[in-house]
């Protein structure tokens, strides 16, 4: 079983709506959270990170953590073309000072 | 700032060859890692390097060798390639901690036939 677990998708949504991606993970060691958004043929980049349960909010993208489920968020509102992309949820262990990576959603917002 | 950089961003190699991927990152970054993509695998890191002249195995490092003999480059050398090795890899850095933000590099296409 994999540490963290993602839906890879593809997932397509219209313009506009609300876009809802998650990841599961196994380790209660994980203390740190993180998206990454890739464009295709790049390399990831940050786009949030928390370090606790509940939620960040950053424009139109919230990251939701629940430690209790191990259950981790991101929601995308009022979705662009520009987010198409793949993205990756990643969480931190601060005991053996690992990035675990998800495998990443495919995201296609539909004009 | 040109941030992380590798050289170079295609290649095609032939089973048993040998090849060296660059990384340059110039933002004075302490952590330098280097990183698999597969799809349905994720990223997963091979190598990474904690400061100048150090370097340590991350989860997939076999078949794999790593340098760090100035902050400013990290190696990662493939000695006798197998088509197992055919993936897109990615280096990234970090500033001081390991749980700071990584800040990746373009990526480098690999296909070993």
């Known amino acids: 079983q994999k540490e963290v677990e993602q839906d890879p998708g593809p997932l397509s949504v219209p313009e506009g709506a609300i876009v809802s991606l998650n990841c599961t993970y196994s380790?209660?060691?994980?203390?740190?959270f993180m998206w990454y958004r890739q464009y295709s043929r790049k390399g990831p980049e940050l786009l949030m990170y928390t370090y606790s349960s509940g939620n960040k909010e950053d424009g139109r993208f919230t990251a939701q953590v629940d430690k209790s489920s191990k259950y981790i968020s991101l929601f995308i509102r009022d979705s662009q073309p520009s987010d198409s992309a793949t993205y990756l949820c990643?969480?931190?262990?601060?005991?053996?000072?690992?990035?675990?990576f998800g495998t990443g959603t495919r995201l296609t917002i539909i004009p | 700032n040109a941030g992380v950089t590798q050289t170079p961003k295609f290649r095609v190699l032939k089973t048993g060859q040998s090849m060296t991927l660059l990384c340059a990152q110039d933002m004075n970054h302490e952590y330098m890692y280097w990183y698999r993509q597969d799809p349905g695998m994720g990223l997963r890191l091979i190598h990474y390097?904690?400061?100048?002249?150090?370097?340590a195995k991350g989860e997939v490092p076999d078949g794999y060798n790593v340098s760090r003999l100035k902050k400013q480059n990290f190696l990662l050398g493939l000695e006798s390639a197998a088509p197992s090795q055919t993936s897109v890899y990615f280096c990234?850095?970090?500033?001081?901690?390991?749980?700071?933000?990584?800040?990746f590099g373009p990526g480098t296409r690999l296909t070993v036939l």
């Open positions: 390097s904690v400061g100048e002249g150090t370097t």
């Open positions: 990643a969480t931190f262990n601060f005991g053996n000072e690992k990035l675990t």
């Open positions: 380790n209660s060691a994980f203390q740190y």
């Open positions: 990234a850095s970090a500033s001081s901690t390991p749980s700071d933000t990584q800040y």
